[in-house]
Nanobody, 127 residues
Framework: QVQLVESGGGLVQAGGSLRLSCAAS????????MGWFRQAPGKEREFVAA????????GYAGSVKGRFTISRDNAANTVDLQMNSLKPEDTAVYYC????????????????????WGQGTQVTISS
């Protein structure tokens, strides 16, 4: 198993930036595809960004493409989400997720494709 702990959430004004980090412990982190999801009150959990276990492939939701960047450091067992040009509609609890995979260039975009989840970190964007 792998344990995930998110950090970096907070309250910022629209147009600002935040960097979320997910620290992983447990089994071999480098063999896990990683993803970030978010869930706003009253809404379903939605895909934000994902990265393959070697980091060579990334994917983004259309609503964040060009503003958010996902990256990982397998030596440090971390995956980060740099969020720029934040908007009030980005307000949500952000979750880190991990899924073991043997596919080096593959990542997952649906919540039910991930077996491991962090507890989440709140991101609030004021207008």
């Amino acid at each position: 198993q792998v344990q995930l702990v998110e950090s970096g959430g907070g309250l910022v004004q629209a147009g600002g930036s935040l960097r979320l980090s997910c620290a992983a412990s447990g089994r071999t982190f480098s063999r896990y595809a990683m993803g970030w999801f978010r869930q706003a009150p009253g809404k379903e959990r939605e895909f934000v960004a994902a990265i393959s276990w070697r980091g060579g492939s990334t994917g983004y939701a259309g609503s964040v493409k060009g503003r958010f960047t996902i990256s990982r450091d397998n030596a440090a067992n971390t995956v980060d989400l740099q969020m720029n040009s934040l908007k009030p509609e980005d307000t949500a609890v952000y979750y880190c997720a991990a899924q073991p995979t043997s596919w080096t260039t593959y990542y997952y975009t649906r919540p039910n494709e991930y077996d491991y989840w962090g507890q989440g970190t709140q991101v609030t964007i004021s207008s």
